[in-house]
């Protein structure tokens, strides 16, 4: 496949998702040549491949016009490393670092060279995805009390620091924001994340399948299909079997609700933090009618396990099927008055507009992805652009803004409702017949996949080596949180110290996913 | 008008608020000493620091689930607080990620005594899919004291009342009020 002006010799690894080695040197030539093209870096990522006798590998991911480009080198035994991908894609930096930290792959000529995952839970020359490093806890001292981290300090007359976290005054998730202020107002704001990082990676080693796909389904749960669904296309890919066409068209109706259920909450706290409590109870009571639905459909407010490798674990009948539908109009009729009110609210609206803004040309840049990409008019929806099956026949309308701000992050969550809930009405209306699972074939020898879902934060990323064994040697989640978490670094600036809760919220980023 | 709309909206939707759901005494692990004591002390409310300590953001789901409003929890005096210094229970969450161990034993720290814990979800209770590792230290227990454990992947919002009320509950025929 041809890449600016280069062959680069890639074959297709399932629909729109294409598969390359190459030298190390070559990949900087292959980065710039995405960049040219308006693509962009999605995952990067290391891996121990000493006991298959192929050194340690690089991985990434690259997002181009053909679909997505998955590529490894291979890494010598001693020294392992590659160049420098910050450069180009700055979005690299925070995996990169984490790749150091995990497999000590070091990437050759980075401007920043801080541990990023790693705190005191482990020492500086161990590295805990290498196959020989003893997972287990029995030997491990007591962290020491002060990660020391060399945060980037700002000095000057009337500087001073204000630091948050790792707990959080609200229900959050833990991490540590260093904000540099003069007065209100923000100079800089540096994130220290890791805190929940949970070995999620090392525990998928030797695990069965199955397994498996519970804990993808819990490396960031609000979540949880996407990742479920991610790790099973992965699998399924990898051991070449077939999902029966109702699996397929049921795992989409499961990601679309999912979809509402998280715009739902985000839209009410998005209201609260603007003292606006109305809306918060509003959009939490729709929310709460609409997970005692999904709980009482298939079984569980968030459907956790649901997806299983072949195809999933739960069927909807006929009365379910009136049911959700019927449920889908309400929401849509209750939705519309809601937006009404925030529309006309002229405090709701003047808070929300101009705050926190990420301009498309700066989204461009660093990579903004997924929901908060869209409203700084990075028009990337895998849904739209890169169907996999079913949304190859449903004709997904995305959901774009220009203005990147507070405002345009919500607009995208109300369009996207909507469209939600028509494809919903769309999945329901033409739900195919047949199993809802098949078993998937034998695994003969060692073999890789790759998944691909549009979480509703962003694309979700699974990468899946079987080893011949028919357990899992290698899984990388990758969260959309990893590109986006960068950006409100850069939306904060200028911003006053008020508005952080809102912008953060506005983009609603996952500690637990990049944390690992 | 914002307002005109805003009201027609209330009064069309009226109350959905639940009745309050009975403690479970059950998920009780321990009982303090001077528990009827320390329940006239803090009367008919308690105030809650939620400190996730390494969940994978499910059971936050829950948590922000029971502030809405089927569940009113302040009608029951319960009530979610900023800063573990304000705090007469911590709600943890979680298998407790060795990066957050330290903060989490300090938040317990500077919770004033007579305290209370619940370790909610799977996580919390035994460590999860996640276990004892190199990076987490598994159960809550095994890094601050727990009283109260509610296990589930995640809890149901009913069953994290459940739990919450236990704590708090005079004894095995109390009800929540």
């Known amino acids: 496949m041809k890449i600016g002006e280069h062959d680069w010799h890639l074959d297709p690894l399932g629909k729109h998702i294409w598969r390359g080695r190459m030298e190390a040197g070559q990949l900087l030539a292959l980065a710039r040549a995405v960049k040219e093209e308006g693509g962009q870096l999605i995952a990067l990522w290391g891996a121990d491949n000493r006991h298959l006798s192929r050194g340690f590998a690089i991985h990434a991911a690259l997002l181009t016009s053909a679909g997505l480009v998955w590529v490894t080198c291979a890494l010598p035994d001693e020294a392992p490393a590659y160049p420098d991908l910050a450069h180009i894609f700055p979005q690299a930096d925070r995996m990169q670092r984490a790749t150091f930290d995990l497999l000590g792959i070091t990437a050759t000529g980075a401007v920043d060279g801080r541990k990023w995952l790693r705190h005191t839970a482990w020492a500086e020359d161990e590295f805990p995805l290498r196959k020989d490093f003893s997972p287990l806890s029995a030997h491990r001292s007591p962290p020491a009390a002060v990660d020391a981290y060399p945060f980037i300090r700002v000095e000057g007359d009337g500087v001073h620091e204000i630091a948050v976290g790792p707990i959080h005054a609200g229900t959050i998730e833990p991490g540590h924001f260093r904000f540099s202020v003069i007065g209100e107002r923000v100079l800089r704001l540096e994130q220290r994340l890791g805190y929940t990082h949970k070995g999620t990676e090392k525990r998928f080693e030797g695990m069965d399948l199955a397994t498996g796909a519970k804990l993808a389904g819990r490396v960031s749960g609000d979540s949880h299909i996407a990742y479920a669904w991610a790790y099973c296309m992965a699998v399924e890919t990898a051991t070449d079997s077939q999902v029966p066409d109702r699996a397929v068209w049921l795992r989409a109706l499961f990601l679309e609700i999912e979809r509402i259920a998280n715009h739902l909450g985000d839209l009410g706290y998005l209201g609260n933090d603007v003292a606006l409590a109305f809306g918060f109870m509003q959009f939490w009571r729709l929310k709460e009618d609409w997970l005692r639905l999904t709980a009482k459909l298939f079984g569980h407010r968030y459907l956790f396990d649901r997806i299983v490798p072949g195809g999933v674990a739960v069927d909807i009948g006929d009365g379910g099927r009136a049911e959700l539908a019927a449920e889908a109009d309400r929401l849509e009729a209750e939705v519309h008055s809601l937006k009404a009110i925030y529309d006309d609210h002229a405090t709701l609206q003047d808070r929300f507009t101009n705050t926190g803004v990420c301009k498309p040309d700066l989204a461009a840049r660093l990579g903004l992805t997924g929901l908060a990409g869209r409203a700084s008019a990075q028009a990337w929806d895998a849904r739209a652009q890169f169907p996999q099956a079913p949304y190859d026949q449903l004709d997904v309308n995305m959901a774009t803004q220009r203005r990147g701000d507070v405002l345009a992050r919500a607009e995208v969550r109300f369009s996207e409702i909507h469209e939600s809930l028509r494809l919903i009405r769309d999945l329901l209306a033409r739900l195919p017949a047949g199993d809802l699972h098949a078993p998937l074939k034998p695994v003969r020898d060692v073999c890789e996949g790759l998944g691909w879902v549009e979480g509703w934060r962003g694309e979700v990323l699974v990468a899946v080596r079987i080893g011949a064994d028919g357990r899992l040697d290698r899984v990388h989640p990758h969260d959309p949180s990893w590109q986006n978490w960068p950006l409100l670094e850069i939306g904060i600036l200028g911003n006053i110290v008020p508005d952080f809760p809102l912008i953060n919220k506005s983009f609603n980023l996952s500690y637990s996913g990049p944390d690992l | ?177």
Not at chain 2, 56 to 62: A, H, R, S, T
Not at chain 2, 114 to 124: F, L
Request: hydrophobic share 40%; charged share 15%; glycine share 10%.
């Open chain 2, 1 to 177: 008008m914002a307002t005109h709309l805003i009201l027609q909206k209330i009064f069309k939707t009226g109350f959905v608020s639940e009745p309050a759901p009975q403690a479970d005494l059950a998920l009780r692990t321990r009982e303090q000493a001077l528990h009827t004591e320390i329940l006239k002390i803090f009367g008919q409310s308690v105030a809650i620091r939620h400190v996730d300590a390494g969940s994978c953001n499910g059971c936050e789901l829950e948590i922000h689930a029971i502030n809405g409003p089927h569940y009113n929890i302040e009608g029951m005096g319960v009530k979610f607080v900023a800063s573990p210094r304000h705090a007469d229970m911590l709600l943890v969450t979680g298998p407790v990620s060795r990066n957050l161990e330290v903060a989490l034993k300090r938040a317990y720290d500077a919770t004033p005594e007579p305290k209370w814990v619940v370790a909610m979800g799977d996580c919390g209770c035994t460590g999860g899919m996640f276990g004892e590792t190199y990076a987490t230290c598994g159960k809550v227990s095994s890094v601050i004291p727990v009283d109260v454990e509610v296990p589930g992947c995640p809890p149901t919002p009913i069953a994290l009342l459940q739990g919450i009320l236990a704590a708090v509950s005079q004894n095995k025929t109390s009800t929540a009020s």
